[in-house]
């Protein structure tokens, strides 16, 4: 009765672990917007971005200074960046009223979004 115990409480521990270690990853994940576990590498993650339709909508007269500010550096080379102060007009047309916009596959969100969300919108 006792090593059954003692098993019982020895699993019981280690799932405990296993789930503060998930719910630790998905918080900083959601936080930083930075992968702990990342499933597959940076270069498949790019290959994946390169077949999706991203916009992402700007209103800056430094846009350069302004992308440096978001988190994509590595991942703007498979993004379609749009200036809305070069023409106003056509992100009217667009409904595009608030900044940053992302458009991922038609879906539009009108915020700046983490890391993980992009893999989640995006499929990849």
Request: proline share 2%; aromatic share 12%; charged share 20%.
């Amino acid at each position: 009765m006792g090593v059954i115990k003692k098993i019982l409480v020895t699993l019981s521990i280690l799932t405990l672990l296993i789930l503060i270690l998930y719910f630790a990853s998905d918080i900083i994940t959601k936080t930083t917007g930075k992968v702990v576990f990342e499933g597959y590498s940076k270069n498949e993650f790019h290959d994946c971005l390169k077949t999706q339709n991203i916009t992402l909508y700007m209103l800056s007269n430094n846009l350069n200074k302004s992308l440096s500010e978001l988190q994509w550096e590595e991942e703007l080379p498979y993004i379609k960046v749009f200036n809305c102060v070069d023409d106003k007009d056509y992100c009217s047309n667009q409904k595009i009223n608030s900044f940053p916009t992302w458009i991922i596959n038609t879906k539009k969100i009108n915020r700046d979004i983490s890391f993980s969300e992009l893999s989640k919108y995006s499929g990849c």
